[in-house]
């Protein structure tokens, strides 16, 4: 089947900022007694919005959260992204190879997309196909495939014709139950021992450490047979 879409996670695939909000989220949680390190937030939550990952660190533990620990959080994060997030290493390099309409699909919400591709220099390169998957369609954030959905919706794609680019768990696994072919990335500064096996396991095709790979499995899956 042809290939006619491109689709990418943004926090980890397009910009280097899944460490930022981990390391945030960790020196948040010490604050209320919650010792859990950066790296194990971003192998265990990644790709999940904040809310979702307070719900189940609630029930793991027990802990009542204070009333405005999300919103706070959320502040801290937006700050260091405005001031340190980078574009992930050959991502223009990588756009510029690919022929194929592309769009963003991301757990995080279009302000913050907007502020972290402007700062990389990628909101032109996107806009304004850039969907937050609790802003659109239904509303459901990944592991719920709906955000992939919508995107290939809007191109009117089959969700069999287009291709994705994830760095997470549940983000391969959105895209996955979509039905889209999924390609795992482990490029960014988030990524763990066991990263790409994890990302195979929940449905990647195919896994790659650097974005200069990328054009050559898209051209490669024009041709290839799901497998």
Not at 102 to 124: A, F, H, P, Q, Y
Request: hydrophobic content about 45%.
């Amino acid at each position: 089947m042809p290939l006619s879409l491109v689709m990418f996670d943004c926090d980890g695939v397009l910009v280097d900022s899944e460490i930022l909000a981990a390391q945030v989220e960790a020196e948040r949680f010490a604050e209320i007694g919650i010792e859990i390190a950066a790296s194990e937030i971003a192998e265990r939550f990644a790709g999940l919005t904040l809310l979702r990952m307070l719900e189940l660190l609630a029930a793991e533990t027990g802990q009542n959260f204070p009333e405005d620990f999300a919103a706070r959080t959320d502040e801290e994060i937006e700050r260091r992204l405005r001031s340190s997030v980078e574009a992930i290493p050959g991502v223009a390099a990588m756009l510029d190879r690919i022929d194929l309409p592309r769009c963003i699909c991301s757990n995080s919400g279009s302000e913050r997309l907007e502020t972290m591709l402007r700062k990389v220099e990628l909101w032109d390169r996107f806009r304004p196909y850039v969907f937050s998957a609790l802003e659109v369609g239904t509303r459901r954030g990944k592991p719920a495939p709906d955000v992939y959905l919508y995107g290939a919706e809007q191109f009117s794609a089959a969700p069999g014709e287009t291709i994705v680019l994830e760095d997470s768990v549940h983000g391969v696994a959105a895209a996955s139950a979509a039905g889209c072919r999924v390609v795992g990335f482990t490029g960014g500064r988030h990524t763990y021992a066991g990263h790409g096996h994890a990302l195979s396991e929940a449905g990647a095709e195919t896994v790659i450490k650097r974005l200069s790979e990328f054009p050559a499995v898209v051209e490669a899956f024009r041709n290839w047979d799901r497998v």
